[in-house]
């Protein structure tokens, strides 16, 4: 287990912390001609060499497993993302990456994970609780206020994409967590803090209608999280 924290840390250091913007872009520009990748990829072999105390008379093999699997994944990412595919291609890079280090942790020590725990009563509750939170509050939502549709609405077409549904989703996770873990001050702050950003969208649109619409899409979302929130926090205590 530390062996892999080991790799991880150097991992998360390598490809977060020491891996400027510019280098990325440069890297998205170029492909394999950037110079910036092998400056990348020397980086993550330095990282390594420290975490592992420059002992590669036993790690030379997991060492090198790394860092080629590394540059292979990058290279791959770099060739065959587009705009479009760059968000999925970040991910799929970065959880190949994690496989690799798990792998390797696998290879010099006993790297038990009893899959069992993930099934847990306390775990899958938790899950139906975090699903129920974003994905089906957003439809029980989107199904209850689509009866109305503000003239207004359509004119605001400067917003972000999707913006209002991942506001929504972030919004319950908050007030979830400030339920199960009983501090319902915060609802009132996050409460207020969204009605300050709104204000001026209100104020702005002189229409009660759009005012209308948003203020019940804000207590349906709030509603429904503090209502799954309490029923978590019931049954938790029944398991």
Request: aromatic residues 16%.
């Amino acid at each position: 287990m530390l062996l892999f924290l080991k790799i991880l840390l150097a991992h998360i250091l390598g490809d977060f912390v020491f891996q400027p913007e510019k280098w990325v872009k440069d890297k998205e520009e170029k492909k394999m001609k950037s110079v910036k990748l092998y400056v990348h990829m020397a980086v993550h072999a330095i990282l390594l060499l420290l975490f592992l105390q420059f002992n590669l008379k036993e790690y030379w093999l997991g060492f090198t497993i790394i860092l080629i699997s590394h540059y292979i994944f990058d290279v791959l990412k770099l060739t065959f993302q587009t705009k479009k595919s760059k968000r999925l291609w970040f991910f799929i890079d970065q959880l190949l990456h994690l496989l690799v280090l798990f792998c390797v942790a696998t290879l010099y020590s006993e790297f038990n994970f009893n899959f069992d725990e993930l099934f847990t009563s306390k775990i899958l509750l938790l899950l139906i609780g975090i699903l129920l939170i974003t994905n089906v509050s957003s439809i029980i939502i989107k199904v209850f206020i689509t009866q109305w549709n503000p003239e207004n609405k359509k004119e605001n077409d400067d917003s972000l994409a999707k913006a209002g549904r991942y506001i929504g989703i972030l919004e319950r996770l908050f007030v979830f967590v400030f339920v199960i873990t009983n501090h319902w001050e915060a609802i009132g702050f996050l409460l207020a803090a969204k009605s300050v950003f709104r204000f001026g969208d209100l104020t702005s649109s002189k229409d009660r209608k759009l005012t209308e619409y948003i203020l019940i899409g804000t207590l349906l979302s709030f509603g429904l999280a503090i209502i799954i929130g309490i029923l978590y926090s019931y049954f938790v205590t029944l398991i």
